[in-house]
């Protein structure tokens, strides 16, 4: 989710307005990945539909939102103060698709570490599906990130996750050694939007993509610079789109080490 550093965060109808304000008018057809496939019985990726499995509920707390994943109701809390601390469109898409594709990437017992976690939402899903989870963002994210994990897992006979700090492209080989750490997934979902972070985030990549680490990223498109980072991850990555959710603007990546 999105993690980049911002100012305070409007209520939820003035982002809707915002947001559908400033996206641009950008054909996905002019934006050519030459190393980028998609994966289906067909020539093109799958089209999907973000469900609704947002769950109304009557509540005095404006900021919490319920959903259902995995068989679960799952309770976030967000936060009007941080981009970090909202839910947003890839998360929903990556959490649906992580769900609905349990045989094709398994996540039991698969150590998986989130980037750009924000609320919690998809690390609490491969949590519940089985994972060694690590999540990760900024440091004024982390208290309801931490909260929103713990809450909702407290009562579940699953792997306890960790939560930890991890700014995009620093102190990465001190905090996270290579020769310690290996991650079979790697996920992400709406960190790319138009912020400054973009290189610290590819580089981010490129540190944790170790071979035989799966990154799946989800994000809504929003802007050209959005195109344009899925050609520079396509440069150095063999990617496919694995699904595509029109309605929402929203595409699922894989990206693996290039064998050489």
């Known amino acids: 989710m999105i993690s980049a550093q911002q100012l305070p965060f409007p209520n939820k109808t003035q982002r809707v307005m915002e947001e559908e304000a400033c996206e641009e ?29 947002w769950v109304p509920r009557v509540s005095h707390y404006f900021d919490k939102e319920h959903y259902t994943y995995a068989g679960h109701q799952i309770v976030i809390q967000e936060s009007i103060e941080h981009f970090g601390a909202v839910v947003w469109p890839g ?28 609320t919690g939402l998809v690390s609490i899903v491969a949590c519940i599906l089985g994972a060694y989870v690590t999540a990760t963002d900024l440091p ?20 306890k996750p960790e939560v930890r700090k991890l700014v995009w492209g620093e102190s990465l080989s001190e905090d996270f050694p290579s020769s310690t750490y290996h991650y079979d997934f790697l996920l992400a979902s709406d960190v790319v939007y138009h912020h400054t972070a973009l290189d610290p985030l590819l580089e981010t990549m490129v540190y944790f993509c170790q071979p035989g680490t799966v990154l799946l990223w989800a994000n809504k498109f929003r802007f050209s610079t959005d195109y ?25 990546i894989k990206a693996t080490v290039r064998e050489n």
């Open 25 to 53: 008018q950008y054909d996905s057809e002019n934006c050519t990945c030459s190393s980028t496939s998609t994966e289906s019985n067909s020539d093109s990726p799958v089209i999907l539909k973000i469900l609704q499995n």
């Open 91 to 118: 998360a929903l898409a990556l959490s649906q698709y992580l769900e609905s594709n349990q045989e094709r990437f398994n996540l039991k017992d698969k150590q998986v570490l989130e980037i750009g976690a924000g």
């Open 140 to 159: 004024e994210v982390l208290e309801n990130l931490s909260f929103n994990i713990s809450s909702n897992i407290q009562n579940m006979n699953i792997h």
């Open 228 to 252: 344009e980072f899925l050609e520079k991850l396509s440069s150095i990555f063999d990617t496919t789109i694995l699904a595509e959710f029109p309605e929402s603007n929203v595409k699922l």
